[in-house]
């Protein structure tokens, strides 16, 4: 039985997302009106610059006053695709005061302040979904919060940035370095021509920050993920991974530790095995690998990003928050109810794999290996590798405490033998 | 804030499913209330056999009589991991007379008749889930009646059965033949001592009614998929997928016609490219690909059936189930308002790969590709090996509506210098 009456939907920000958003409203509006129980009406488009709205967005709707629009009072939903903190978070806390529900595909927002504004939703007994702000359209956090409600997930394992692994594939298909394939993103639109944010692994650690509060019920910021980018990759570390049977990825990993009272959270490149589901995710497509006690291994796989795949996910939420309006009832809100701690990078176990350049004389290997010896750390494999006096020495670790993997390296650097430490490289996924 | 009187939970059936839900639903008693905002408490267990009943079951909770424990009247969600039409159907039915919502990992059931059992539900207020209906672990209805609810899906290739994924695999890996694979997939557990159900694609054929009726807002039952097993697959067929750069899956394949105006289903081997994300989904995983409108590409990949992965879907269920009830509120019921024809097999627009033994004298292929041209079937490529007076033809065709593809090599029988068909085999995901 279909509502004739239509819920108002107020968009802020009408870009690459918003105007995609506008479209679908508007084009497949029986089908939305179908699927939940009632007509949808967009009843407002703020942005900032009216003489910049595309073509086939309603220009009747548009107004730069966004906080009028969210204030009107008939407004049901407010969809948030302007980014970035301020004045999203004000025009969303706002439209909770008004009765609204929210939509938001804003993954800096909800990485820094995600606790505050759940509190304030639940607050107004308003929803607030952000599946866009995860991985575009890939469908994460409703898995992740709904489907696995039951289960225990144990570690997240994504490559959730496009951007960045596009330059990582094109470096590990063509041999090319960081600053050429990293060209080559720009000139096809893959990376912004400030891309900061993208290869900082800014972008990547927001996400972290959000899928690891939501799989383990417990509260992470971005201040608490660590965070290296990818702009110290070399063609040779690469090279290097396909030496082992592995390819460099730009990972975001959120583990439970093994005593289950803590949790980490951290974006850096690092080796995975070939065998792995993420080795093989090209060009900038996004996946997410979660493990769990009882579904054990899943995985996630789409495009991360673009206009059209955002609003997707932008869409279902929508359908979802209206449905839940009509019912008088909320969705899932925030589940932080273990309150783990975060801990820092230096507790997290990993593996390390690490070359050397080193005086080519004997004893050298000897030294080395003491230096992990003395340092706690056991040493999976050892190559050896000679050339005009010189030699490398590529290193793999057992699994061990950052801290002793970190404080091994110093001390390596220390030894007259070694020349320098030519690359250091964690190995996930095994 | 947490209620205190505990939702009551009944659960019908005990077997590899039924006992790890048990076990769960009380090893992670607290994680569950957090997760729902009430405790839940199981409140009985029907079993046929109580004498067969797991340890770790507790044993006062057992009763061989299913019915009365449904209709109690103090049950809020029954979990029916029997499986088959009935007594599952009837009992299922009951619950939904009696208030309780129910959560179901039936496929054989939802694919015959799950339009009357979401009316039932409708009629009663009450809820109907069943994710561990499709792919054990991997959720799939949730995401694509809820995350993509505001996009349009065109299409849905799966892999959704692990026992004749394993076998294919196995004979991918090893070059085995069927029965050899079988055998070591019975030996194993990844078949059972009748595989019918597996091989001859009846299991998948549920699934694929299940997810086309989701996935196109329609109704699709088991009797509406066309179906073909892999009992006929020969090491010859993956050794000519291999010289094409392709391996051969089992697909279950769901797809909205061009026109939007009808869907077809279906289950048969076919062969995919090796670049194709479900081509490297080995041993008994499934994997589910999605195309739509917005979102482009997606697949969720995990492990689709066990006692474990199954627990975790349907416990997800239990949980959105209990936050429903608690919010007096029901989540999406059946969405089949756009009841479009299911299309029989011979519209379905596909390619073939065809090898036929064929006499080794001059005109042979001249003959052959006659008999194509008659039925406006296009050639894409032919390879033709000669072996002892014998010679063999190898052709993959264009795309063609399958009944045109069928008569084709009907024709081809027909033929004098054709000795016999080798294999026929379609390729599709590209």
Redesign the interface.
């Known amino acids: 039985m279909m509502r004739t009456r239509p819920l108002k939907v107020a968009l802020l920000g009408c870009g690459v997302v918003g105007s ?1 958003v506008a479209r ?1 409203m508007t084009t ?1 509006a029986d ?2 009106a ?2 939940i129980g009632a007509p949808v009406e967009l009843a407002g488009i703020a942005v900032r610059r009216p003489d910049r709205v595309r073509a086939g967005v309603p220009a009747e709707l548009v107004t730069t006053d966004a906080t009028a629009l969210v204030k009107r009072g008939d407004i049901d939903v407010v969809i948030e695709v302007i980014g970035g903190i301020e004045p999203a978070r004000g025009l969303i806390t706002t439209a909770f005061e008004h009765g609204a529900s929210v939509v938001s595909a804003n993954k800096a927002l909800v990485a820094a302040d995600g606790a505050a504004l759940h509190a304030a939703a639940e607050a107004h007994g308003a929803d607030l979904y952000y ?1 866009a702000a995860v991985a575009g ?3 994460l956090v ?2 992740l919060r ?7 997930v144990n570690r997240v394992l994504g490559i959730v940035n496009g951007t960045t692994n596009f330059i990582l594939d094109k470096m590990d298909s063509t041999g090319a370095g960081y600053s050429e394939a990293l060209d080559e993103a720009t000139a096809l639109g893959y990376a912004e021509a400030d891309p900061t944010a993208d290869v900082e692994g800014f972008d990547a650690a927001a996400k972290a920050a959000i899928l690891a509060g939501i799989a383990f ?1 417990t509260r992470v910021t971005i201040d608490d993920v660590h965070r290296e980018g990818l702009t110290e990759v070399t063609a040779a570390d690469i090279a290097s991974a396909k030496r082992m049977g592995c390819t460099v990825k730009l990972l975001a990993i959120c583990e439970r530790a093994a005593d289950g009272a803590s949790v980490t959270a951290r974006v850096h490149p690092a080796m995975i095995p070939l065998t792995h ?1 993420l080795a ?1 995710v090209r060009e900038a497509y996004n996946a997410v690998f979660v493990e ?12 991360g990003a ?1 206009g ?2 955002t ?10 928050v209206c ?2 309006k009509l ?4 969705g ?1 809100g925030e ?1 932080a ?2 309150r783990l701690p975060v801990s820092p990078m230096g507790e997290v176990v990993t593996r390390y794999h690490i070359s050397l350049d080193v005086a080519d004389k004997p004893g050298v290997l000897a030294q080395v290996a003491t230096i992990f010896a003395e340092h706690g750390v056991s040493i999976d494999t050892v190559r050896q590798q000679g050339k005009d006096g010189e030699a490398s020495l590529v290193v793999v670790t057992h699994r061990a405490a950052d801290a002793a993997l970190s404080s091994t390296v110093g001390a390596l650097r220390e030894l007259d033998t070694v020349r320098g430490v030519a690359s250091i490289m964690r190995v996930e996924g095994e």
Chains 1, 2 share one sequence.
């Not at 709904?146 to 225990?152: I, N, P, V, W, Y």
């Open positions: 995609e679908i497949h089908d939305l179908n699927r599946e359209a890939i469908p409703r898995p709904e489907s696995l409600a039951g289960d225990k019920h589901p093989s769990s006690d009882a579904a054990g291994q899943l995985m996630f796989y789409g495009p673009g059209a795949p609003a997707s996910a932008v869409l279902g939420d929508l359908v979802a449905r839940n019912a008088g009832a909320t899932p589940s109810y273990t």
